[in-house]
């Protein structure tokens, strides 16, 4: 069965629905790619995307976990999320380190990629596994998606579609960084695919 198959799935009451908040580092493809991942999967999980105000990660993750601090005080029993979620790229960002760190200590989960989120994308169409720097990789995907930062309907279904692929092969980036020894941050690397998989499945990961 396709993901696209599962938009005729009947809805779960609200309680049993995994509810996340997301700071994401773009204005656009990163909130249409998880807004459609949402609509089709609406029955397991419900995603509340942070205005975006921030474009580092430090910044990102600053915001995050203000917002989980902010959240928590104001809900007698916890939060309404069960998780807060921080989705930029590698880059040429300052302070990555710090920020992943100020994640960890703050309970804030990371969707990174490197060096940029068309990386993931790519991976739904051809493997990588050389080093790739950031704008040949956002040439190479829009040769294929026929469009740039704004996703049009049918690159999203296309992303879709191919998303089990582009897992496999991000996984296997990561086993293949992971045997070589190779210094972090990863090149190529992504690991979105570990959000979207909350998003599918309404299930946290342990």
């Known amino acids: ?72 005080r104001n809900t007698k029993t916890g939060s309404e999320f069960d998780e807060y979620w921080c989705i930029f790229d590698v880059d040429e960002h300052p302070k990555l380190s710090e920020a992943l760190d100020m994640a960890q200590a703050n309970h804030i989960k990371i969707a990174l990629s490197s060096p940029c989120l068309e990386l993931w994308f790519l991976l739904h169409f051809e493997n990588q596994t050389a080093y790739i720097e950031r704008h040949p990789a956002q040439r190479r995907l829009e040769q294929i998606l026929k469009c740039k930062k704004d996703l049009t309907q049918e690159a999203l279904d296309h992303l879709v579609d191919n998303f089990a692929i582009a897992k496999r092969r991000a996984q296997a980036l990561a086993f293949k960084h992971e045997a070589d020894g190779s210094e972090r941050p990863w090149n190529p690397y992504s690991d979105v695919w570990k959000l979207v998989d909350i998003i599918m499945n309404g299930t946290l990961q342990s």
Not at 31 to 59: D, G, K, M, V
Request: glycine fraction near 2%; hydrophobic fraction near 30%; avoid cysteine.
């Open 1 to 72: 069965m396709s993901p696209r198959s599962r938009r005729t799935l009947p809805r779960s009451p609200l309680a049993s629905r995994i509810q996340l908040n997301i700071h994401a580092e773009g204005q656009k493809s990163e909130s249409q790619y998880l807004t459609h991942w949402n609509r089709l999967y609406r029955e397991n999980a419900i995603i509340s995307i942070a205005t975006h105000e921030h474009t580092t990660p430090f910044e990102l993750v600053g915001s995050a976990a203000a917002q989980r601090r902010q959240d928590l």
